[in-house]
């Protein structure tokens, strides 16, 4: 005769998600991950071949597709097809945001880019078990837009990724985090033009349609507070080129910082870094390795920027 637990009660079904629904619910955030990458944010205590029994009834029901990277035989990249997007659409995991249907062409345009950002993700999820902090497999939200004021230039601030994470040592702190991954593939002046959107959207009060700015309005909330408790730290996470090429880039972001007045008075509020990829998946993001954007080029942990 077995005995009820008090996480196993008699009488009622079990409250945890199948694996195949924790499956599908990170391919529809994440947009795009390969196997490994599942094995890793789902199951790293598994056997690695046996994710694909996970994956195998989800294909066989056509809620996910996959495609080949690179020519290699053995890594798949899996997505949504319409019908997985349907199934998704009203889950509370994720709820407010919209899944992503991709075709195959469009898995493989976007791979490197999404897959880089997994890649970032990864690297502060595995620091955080082993730290025992708390930062699960869907704390890592890509492609998270907010508008900016309509002023010129670009109407939306899209960071690549925003994070929660909650430090439990050694005194419980959350921390919330907008992610840019540079893989170098634009200018470096452009990358550093990121800062300015930020301070912009950091800066905006959204004022009703017909209406001047006025004593009454100088009040308002903030647009960003609409949906943080405290706005969050830019992190700039770069890869794609020589050591010598990203210090560089590092450098330019740190140019801006100080050249460009509203992004100063900006890095007096909100704290600025910037890490290569490649170091904080050999060390961990907590390791002293973020250089910061304002004042002393010291590293330190991103958690002290």
Do not use: C
């Not at 960071?159 to 419980?172: I, L, Q």
């Not at 990121?194 to 209406?211: C, E, N, V």
Request: aromatic share 8%.
């Amino acid at each position: 005769m077995t005995t009820a637990t008090a996480t196993d009660t008699v009488g009622h079904p079990p409250t945890g998600d199948t694996r195949a629904h924790q499956a599908l619910a990170l391919i529809a955030q994440h947009r795009l991950v390969t196997s490994t990458q599942l094995h890793q944010m789902l199951a790293p205590d598994i056997p690695p071949r046996k994710i694909y029994r996970v994956l195998a009834p989800l294909r066989a029901e056509g809620l996910i597709a996959h495609t080949v990277l690179g020519g290699g035989k053995f890594l798949q990249a899996h997505f949504l097809t319409p019908a997985g997007a349907q199934t998704v659409r009203d889950w509370p995991e994720l709820r407010g945001r919209a899944p992503a249907v991709l075709t195959n062409a469009a898995a493989s345009m976007r791979a490197a880019h999404t897959l880089t950002g997994v890649r970032a993700h990864l690297a502060f999820l595995t620091d955080a078990r082993a730290r025992g902090d708390e930062y699960g497999a869907l704390d890592w939200v890509p492609e998270t837009a907010h508008r900016l004021p309509d002023t010129g230039g670009e109407e939306q601030v899209i960071a690549d990724a925003v994070f929660h994470y909650t430090a439990t040592s050694p005194r419980r702190r959350q921390y919330r985090a907008f992610v840019e991954v540079d893989r170098a593939t634009m200018s470096s002046e452009r990358l550093a033009r990121k800062l300015i959107s930020y301070a912009r959207f950091h800066d905006y009060t959204p004022q009703p349609a017909g209406r001047r700015n006025t004593v009454a309005d100088q009040g308002a909330m903030l647009a960003w507070q609409r949906f943080y408790p405290r706005f969050p730290r830019i992190l700039f996470i770069l890869t794609g080129d020589s050591r010598p090429s990203l210090t560089r880039r590092i450098q330019d972001l740190r140019h801006m910082t100080a050249d460009h007045e509203l992004v100063a008075r900006f890095a007096t509020h909100v704290p600025l870094g910037a890490a290569v990829l490649e170091d904080i998946e050999t060390a961990s993001p907590s390791a002293p390795l973020w250089t910061p954007l304002a004042g002393p080029a010291d590293p330190k942990p991103w958690t002290q920027l």
